[in-house]
């Protein structure tokens, strides 16, 4: 179907990226601006702010607590942003959303960012928070079952990664992995999949954009042939925890999610690929207030009850 009308009024109203190279300052910046007040925003039982003291150092953490209660799920979360945009508060809605439909209790981390922070930095921040929580289950009233990761975009690709890593390592506490529109690999070549021709211009994200935006990630260290930089080059996905992959129609990394998927699937992973019609990447965080996309909080909480 085409981009929905809501989405498209806001692709048509984006102006032209200024020239020159990209301003990380300036952007992260113009994001934060655009972040409700406190009073606007879902609420929950609580919000806390905190510190996660893990291998790779201290790391900040926002803790969503849905409802009163003796013991919650947890379900840790990584917002996206190209590895050097967003934050705890540009993404604080979508861990409320996420908390309140799951009811699990939620962790967001604050991972070190590109190009100030090397890879593997905010990998390391990352898998040393999902550690972190799991070692301080007590502290976080864990009731310990449910150990969930979630990430959108960028966010996704460290998902897919800390899965992998937490396997390798023998850390078996990981019992879902949500990958919201991730992106999975990181060699930009067009031919390497129809999404990225076919949604190349007009829905926002365009595959122009994706070399220099992850430009910043690329020049940190992260080798694009790395299966912790690219996921989708891991070659062993067997032993991986069940996945739910959530994909746009009108997204240039559409394609590389669903090819996921499907490898998981043929590695015996319990996967599900989920595409939203209508939708650019970006729609969680951009475009959740739209029924037909809020719906995504729904179905990963019916994921993560093992009803899909």
Not at 76 to 90: I, P, R
Not at 271 to 284: D, K, L, M, N
Request: hydrophobic fraction near 40%; charge should be negative; glycine fraction near 10%.
């Amino acid at each position: 179907m085409a981009l929905h009308p809501e989405i498209a009024k806001v692709v048509a109203s984006l102006p032209a990226p200024p020239p020159g190279p990209l301003d990380p300052e300036a952007m992260r910046a113009g994001e934060e601006a655009m972040v409700p007040p406190l009073e606007e925003r879902l609420p929950l039982h609580s919000v806390e702010d905190t510190t996660a003291q893990t291998p790779a150092g201290d790391v900040p953490v926002r803790i969503y607590t849905p409802v009163d209660a003796e013991a919650y799920g947890l379900l840790v979360y990584f917002h996206g942003g190209a590895f050097f945009l967003g934050s705890l508060d540009t993404h604080d809605h979508v861990a409320r959303s996420l908390a309140k439909e799951t009811g699990l209790k939620v962790v967001s981390v604050g991972y070190r960012r590109a190009p100030e922070a090397a890879f593997p930095a905010g990998l390391e921040d990352c898998s040393g928070v999902v550690r972190w929580a799991a070692e301080n289950g007590q502290q976080l009233e864990w009731d310990d079952t449910t150990l969930a990761i979630a990430g959108d975009s960028s966010g996704g690709t460290f998902v897919a990664a800390v899965a992998a890593l937490a396997h390798d390592e023998g850390f078996d506490r990981i019992t879902h992995q949500v990958l919201f529109y991730p992106s999975l690999d990181l060699d930009f070549d067009v031919d390497r999949y129809a999404s990225l021709r076919e949604n190349a211009v007009g829905y926002g994200l365009e595959t122009a954009g994706l070399k220099p935006f992850n430009a910043f990630y690329l020049s940190s260290g992260a080798d694009p042939a790395d299966p912790l930089v690219s996921p989708i080059k891991r070659a062993d996905l067997t032993g991986l925890p069940p996945a739910l992959i959530v994909t746009a129609e009108h997204d240039p990394l559409r394609d590389e999610g669903e090819l996921y998927g499907q490898r998981l699937k043929e590695a015996g992973v319990d996967a599900t690929v989920s595409r939203y019609a209508g939708a650019g990447h970006g729609f969680v965080q951009h475009f959740s207030w739209i029924a037909a996309y809020h719906r995504v909080f729904d179905e990963t909480a019916a994921f993560l009850r093992g009803e899909s």
